[in-house]
């Protein structure tokens, strides 16, 4: 297979042009609605789900006019992930409808944002109502829906972190806890893990730990401790060994004091990696031993996604001392947040601190309501069962595909990694770009990451269903057969 595979990725990479992250393949079949359709290998495409919902027509501009103007007056940073970019036009819980109304299995969840579904109604009548009231003030005067959005953020939190302050994006929300865990202790060295990411402006791009998401431009004051990776790691699941390497950082790398440590609870952009057990608590330990701040990044891993718990750090039994997140706090409404005690809190109040649209009422009724709807349609527990379900059958189809190294993850917030060989765990780079496309081909549209992209990246809706994920296996189990 490697052999034949090696001959005809090499050309498909030889194509793939300028961009790392764009790709060339042959497109798989007819429209996903097609239902049980014979695959052009003579294979039986799986049905995708039935859903009561038929999107209005779109009569809007096609994906070769939007690609046009994208490429002339949008950054040339942006990427897209298929040979033959989609134009998604539409979108209903757990499906997304392209230009011409072919529907698509999102497991990617716009990278782990969309956690109640794609148009939820409750979240978009909050929204709606609160922006025909009132859009905007400031904070300069009082208006109950960031009242009460703090109000009910702080409720599902351990200890004593109720004090939230609202930012637009993850980024934001690290950046600011830094700051605070940089003035409380009043030392600057922060530690974070290897393969991390926590965003993309000055501070966070420091924190962020993987050379393909920093620039070459000054980022002072942190150290990236190893990553307590179970697949990839130096020492294997054994949690305590890595934590000995913060310790040894703190001892040979600052003054011996520190301002924080920041972890996400499982690595998102870093290929869905869960650390080590055993590790969050004893590094926990070694950073409060030295006066340093703990920070939980929940931007990926928050909201119900990881199933067993509401946030991922409550998996490690740790009890954090802030908490930044983003993402699925909004359902794909700009908004982020800190959260953290009323000690640490008090910090922001040597200088004036503010953030203009930070909590605006828009965003905290639509962020609200999002709560709501994760409580009423108990989105946890859809996160826990469906989720060790799919996982269960991603195992069993790594007992197929040899080309699967590694099933991991929890509750929907899953990872495959792909592998040509794995022993030596070489990543299947081009591989997976070529199940990617075939899996398109059949209607499921699954992210992609990890540091060498070779990790499939599950992070769905949390209203996905059990025939959800059969149908993404067995679309997989195609896609993989005809490597
Ligand atoms: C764990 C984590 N932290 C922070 C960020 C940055 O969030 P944003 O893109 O909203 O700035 C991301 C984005 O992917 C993330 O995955």
């Known amino acids: 297979m490697r052999r034949l595979m090696g001959r005809r990725l090499s050309s498909l ?19 996903a ?17 039935r859903f009561d919902y038929t999107p209005p027509p779109y009569d809007g501009p096609r994906a070769e006019e939007i690609l046009r103007k994208r490429s002339e007056f949008l950054s040339p940073s942006l990427f897209h992930l298929y040979r033959k970019p989609l134009n998604i036009v539409n979108g209903r819980m757990q499906y997304l409808f392209d230009e011409d109304g072919r529907r698509y299995l999102d497991a990617f969840g716009g990278i782990a944002t969309v956690c109640c579904g794609h148009c939820h109604p409750d979240v978009i009548e909050a929204i709606i109502n609160q922006t025909k009231r009132l859009q905007h003030s400031t904070i300069f005067y009082l208006n109950h829906a960031i009242a009460d959005f703090a109000e009910a953020l702080a409720s599902k939190m351990p200890g004593d972190l109720k004090v939230v302050f609202f930012t637009n994006s993850g980024t934001e929300a690290n950046e600011l806890a830094l700051m605070i865990a940089r003035l409380y202790t009043g030392c600057h060295d922060i530690i974070s893990l290897r393969n991390s990411y926590h965003g993309n402006a000055a501070g966070t791009m420091g924190a962020t730990a993987q ?49 924080g440590f920041i972890s996400e609870s499982i690595q998102g952009v870093g290929g869905i990696v869960e650390l080590a057990p055993g590790y969050m608590s004893a590094v926990y330990k070694i950073i409060r031993n030295v006066g340093g701040l703990c920070i939980a990044d929940e931007v990926q891993a928050g909201f119900a996604r990881t199933g067993s718990h509401f946030w991922g750090f409550e998996t490690h039994g740790v009890v954090p001392d802030i908490v930044t997140m983003a993402k699925g706090i909004g359902n794909g409404i700009p908004i982020g947040a800190v959260i953290t005690t009323p000690k640490i809190a008090q910090v922001l109040t040597q200088r004036s601190y503010f953030n203009t649209f930070g909590g605006n009422p828009a965003c905290t009724a639509g962020g609200h309501a999002v709560l709501k709807v994760i409580d009423k349609e108990n989105l946890q527990q859809n996160a826990l069962v469906v989720g060790s379900y799919l996982k269960n059958r991603l195992k069993a189809l790594q007992d197929k595909h040899e080309i699967i190294g590694d099933v991991r993850g929890e509750g929907l917030m899953l990872g495959v990694e792909l592998v040509t060989d794995r022993h030596l765990k070489t990543p299947a780079k081009a591989e997976i770009l070529h199940v990617m496309e075939e899996m398109k081909g059949m209607g499921v549209l699954v992210g ?9 990246r599950i992070t769905p809706p ?16 195609i896609a993989m057969s005809k490597l």
Not at 33 to 49: C, F, N, S, T
Not at 448 to 456: D, L
Request: net charge neutral; glycine share 10%; aromatic share 12%.
């Open 448 to 456: 992609k990451g990890g540091f060498y992209g070779n990790v499939f």
């Open 13 to 31: 990479i030889a194509g793939a042009g300028r961009r790392r992250f764009s790709f060339l393949a042959q497109p798989a079949v007819a429209p």
């Open 462 to 477: 949390l209203c996905f269903t059990k025939e959800d994920s059969d149908f993404f296996v067995d679309v997989m189990d």
């Open 211 to 259: 050379c393909n998401w920093k620039f070459n431009v000054i980022q002072s004051g942190v150290h990236h401790a190893l990553n307590p990776d179970p697949y990839r790691g130096v020492f294997g699941a054994d949690g305590e060994k890595y934590a000995r390497d913060v310790k040894e950082i703190i001892d040979f790398g600052t003054s011996g004091q520190i301002a």
């Open 33 to 49: 609605e097609a239902g049980a359709i014979l695959h052009k290998d003579a294979k039986v495409v799986p049905r995708i789900p």
